[in-house]
């Protein structure tokens, strides 16, 4: 934990205590992690079947093949509620577009019994009236954590119920100002109200005892000050949890620290640096980029795309490259982003449709990387870009890969490397540490592991055996 990370006086949003460090990182944040994400889902995808459709009962179809590959499953709002789930009415009536309770349930428990811990979507900046614009919210039932129902009197004072000349609740009583920005979608929940605050700790409690979750994606936490954030991971105590905040590098430093450091965050910053990268030449976009610029490394989740900036049914689109009803024609830049992230500092997230479209790589990729034992926290050393080419080398818990990237890279295998990873646009090499600080060399008469195709086997004598002892070649 390096103490450069709370030397910043920001005082955070309106609302926002300034954060206590005594209370850093306490929750939600595991050190030196080693998994790696899956999101679930994309824009529309309980009922687009391009790359399969994701309701509950399709993904319980997908359950070993996932539980096989990730340690961590990002589901999408399961409340019901509009936009993909994503206009909430009711936190706690869990039938939505992607299935029902039951089928919920029965879906982390088949998750869970592969090790897998599962992120819920939760859509707490803003909340949709079943009645005009503020007249009728719905009851919100968490069993043993209480009951809830939402009145104008909770919803934030500058909000379009009570400013726009159409509204139908511009004369009714509201909240406070907004801690953060305004979302024109829905009613904006005020955070500084303590009914607010209960509702939300009580929900994400229910959500991780009674339904199941282990941790949490937080939507839009632009929308309210982080310390909320904070607070209500402190009180539910979340496995993992990250937050959306669609900024720069400055705003999710801020938000993160507002946040007490209890979640990470999705690296949006590093994300458009992989699109101007595209798969070009200029490999500059992918030095040193990112929160890890920052040494905030533990606190990223990486991603090449997710269900915001991929093609959706709505035109809107940030997505890594053009829009292509095909995205097999795109292996080669999709599948070299992909290894970028898996083969970096912080936690990388997988997006379904690259993963559904080429799982063998992928999953090789994540062999590598758990191989190795890179983790969120992973020193990178040499790190060099240029026109065409790119290379670094990063530490693990277990060993070190070499990246190499770029039509210009060198394609030697380092001395003590094996070259783990052949593709067109990289290459990865690796060799296992036999102790903390000792690397196997290749030694004909001396048994040496080797990763070949995120495998790992044992060579002696010129003779290869899988782990197990089984003769290969």
């Not at 919100?140 to 119920?161: H, V």
């Not at 910053?269 to 610029?293: A, C, I, T």
């Amino acid at each position: 934990w390096s103490s450069d990370v709370c030397s910043s006086d920001l005082k955070g949003s309106v609302g926002n205590q300034y954060p206590d460090p005594s209370k850093y990182a306490q929750v939600g944040v595991p050190s030196e992690y080693e998994g790696v994400m899956l999101q679930a889902f994309y824009w529309d995808s309980y009922k687009l079947t391009t790359y399969s459709n994701t309701k509950y009962s399709t993904l319980s179809s997908f359950a070993d093949e996932i539980g096989s590959t990730f340690d961590l499953v990002w589901l999408p709002p399961s409340g019901s509620g509009g936009g993909v789930g994503y206009y909430e009415k009711c936190y706690s009536n869990l039938t939505s577009a992607w299935g029902n309770k039951t089928q919920l349930q029965s879906l982390l428990q088949q998750l869970h019994s592969h090790g897998c811990k599962v992120l819920a979507d939760i859509v707490i900046n803003h909340f949709q009236s079943s009645n005009g614009w503020c007249k009728g919210f719905e009851t919100n039932n968490f069993g043993e954590y209480g009951s809830f129902k939402i009145t104008s009197q909770y919803i934030c004072a500058g909000d379009e119920a009570f400013t726009e000349s159409s509204s139908d609740s511009r004369s009714l009583s509201h909240g406070n100002a907004d801690t953060g920005t305004n979302d024109a979608g829905c009613r904006d929940l005020d955070h500084t109200s303590e009914y607010v605050q209960q509702m939300c700790e009580a929900y994400t409690k229910w959500m991780l005892n009674t339904i199941g979750f282990d941790g949490f994606r937080y939507d839009m936490t632009k929308g309210y000050a982080g310390s909320y954030l904070s607070q209500y991971n402190l009180a539910s105590k979340p496995d993992f949890s990250v937050s959306e905040c669609w900024d720069n590098l400055s705003t999710i430093n801020s938000h993160l620290e507002t946040a007490s450091y209890n979640t990470l965050a999705f690296d949006f910053p590093l994300k458009f640096k992989l699109n101007d990268w595209k798969g070009g030449s200029v490999y500059s976009h992918l030095k040193n980029q990112g929160l890890r610029s920052l040494g905030l490394s533990r606190f990223a989740v990486t991603f090449v795309d997710n269900h915001d900036t991929f093609h959706r049914s709505d035109g809107k689109t940030y997505e890594f490259l053009a829009y292509n009803t095909d995205i097999t024609k795109k292996r080669s830049e999709i599948v070299a982003a992909n290894a970028y992230i898996l083969m970096m500092p912080g936690v990388p997230c997988v997006f379904w449709p690259h993963w559904y479209s080429f799982k063998k790589d992928i999953k090789q990729l994540i062999n590598v990387r758990k191989a190795v034992g890179i983790h969120s926290e992973s020193e990178v050393l040499d790190e060099k870009a240029g026109t065409n080419s790119y290379s670094a080398t990063i530490v693990g818990h277990k060993g070190r890969a070499i990246l190499r990237m770029g039509s210009a890279r060198d394609k030697s295998v380092p001395s003590g490397y094996y070259h783990s990873y052949k593709a067109g646009l990289f290459d990865i090499y690796t060799t296992v540490f036999v102790s903390d600080n000792e690397q196997i060399v290749a030694e004909p008469a001396k048994p040496v592991k080797v990763i070949e195709n995120g495998v790992l086997y044992i060579e002696k004598d010129g003779k290869r055996y899988t782990v197990q002892g089984t003769l290969v070649k």
